[in-house]
């Protein structure tokens, strides 16, 4: 197998809330029957997260990091970190219950959509206690393992795009990711929360051997092992999150959006608690913006097909609110119908899902072991 080695956020806004679909309701239930993780109160979560859904729609002035805090609305540039070294891991074949490597629900586009911006969430939590990022021998134990190594990521689908040029069979794919523990460009874990965006070409251009056949920035990784090209891989500079690892016990209180604009920039905002971050860099690098009909969202292992183990009982509520210029309601695909596209996992189980239309599009799903 060739390797590419790498709560609600609250309720975003009240009005979302009070009109989320019953069977949305009952989702809600399962969780927060009985002890739940987040500690706001009502008001709270509705001025925090007014304020982040201003945020995530108001882009940075020029591509580069940048930083906020609430309430202010101003994005101001910050030092950027290096690079990664961190590589996701395709899929290599579903495991059989078990969220991720293929397994995950995929909000899907209306025909005819594509997504501008996704903002993905843990709206509630029940007795999440602690997470291990473990080796999966599938991908020989690879990606950073041990206690809070974990990335929330925002997912694109597969698609041939403009970036490809003219390579029929090459991929554009694209990546936002939160990573627990930010590798550096050598390959060492820094120990710090960052988030970045990793950029894809699967299948690029026609081998030849040792050479770079990739594109200017990105770095050839190799033949594909499905076709005649190389896979190109690139990721933006990285803002820190927290000087530390955020532990697992956080997670209601972290987000990932997403935005691809065609001729503009291409942004992964976090959101921990009343901190935002963004990293951004040009569309054109895959051109994403004019193909991403698909989306991911989960918390899974920290790079190269790890999985996020989570204590027994652990339970979470997903949550993705959805821009695609239409209030028609997405569809919440099942792995029987649409593959996730990251090679990374959790030890959860998926449960329930349930979409709804109008201003605020979404998907929300349970999973929990």
């Known amino acids: 197998m060739n390797h590419h080695s790498v709560t609600k956020i609250g309720q975003f806004c009240l009005a979302l809330t009070i009109t989320i679909v019953s069977g949305s309701v009952g989702l809600r239930a399962q969780i927060v029957a009985g002890s739940h993780d987040n500690a706001l109160t009502p008001a709270e979560v509705q001025a925090r997260n007014a304020w982040r859904q201003t945020m995530h729609a108001l882009p940075t002035p020029a591509s580069g990091c940048f930083h906020a805090t609430f309430p202010g609305t101003q994005w101001e540039q910050v030092e950027c970190e290096a690079p ?4 996701s891991a395709l899929p290599a074949g579903r495991g059989a219950l078990t969220v991720g490597n293929g397994r995950d629900y995929v909000a899907q586009a209306p025909t005819g959509h594509f997504f501008s911006s996704v ?3 843990f709206p509630e939590t029940k007795d999440v206690k602690s997470e291990k990022g473990v080796g999966v021998a599938l991908f020989h134990d690879n990606g950073v393992l041990g206690t809070n190594e974990y990335t929330l990521q925002v997912n694109t689908d597969y698609h041939n795009s403009a970036a490809c040029d003219g390579y029929s069979y090459c991929l554009a794919w694209q990546q936002y990711v939160l990573s627990s523990n930010y590798v550096s460009l050598t390959g060492k874990p820094t120990g710090k929360t960052a988030v970045f965006i990793e950029y894809w070409l699967i299948n690029y251009g026609v081998h030849d051997g040792n050479k770079n056949i990739c594109p200017k920035g990105f770095l050839d990784g190799g033949e594909d092992s499905s076709g005649p090209g190389d896979d190109c891989v690139q990721n933006t500079p990285a803002v820190v999150v927290h000087s530390g690892q955020i ?3 956080s997670l209601v209180d972290l987000a990932l959006g997403a935005t691809a604009v065609h001729g503009g920039t291409d942004e992964a905002v976090a959101f921990y608690g009343n901190e935002s971050f963004k990293a951004s860099d040009h569309d054109s690098l895959t051109d994403i913006s004019t193909v991403w009909s698909q989306a ?12 996020a183990d989570f204590n027994s009982g652990a339970e979470l509520l997903v949550e993705l609110l959805l821009n695609y210029g239409s209030s028609s309601a997405p569809k ?28 605020s599009p979404y998907i ?6």
């Open 332 to 359: 919440c695909q099942p792995p029987s119908k649409v593959l996730g596209t990251t090679g990374e996992t959790n030890n959860l189980t998926l449960g329930a899902c349930v979409a709804g239309g109008g201003k």
């Open 119 to 121: 903002l993905g969430g």
């Open 296 to 307: 991911e969202f989960n918390v899974v292992g920290n790079a190269g097909g790890s999985r």
């Open 84 to 87: 990664s070294a961190y590589r």
């Open 364 to 369: 929300e799903f349970v999973e929990g072991n």
């Open 247 to 249: 532990p697992i016990t």
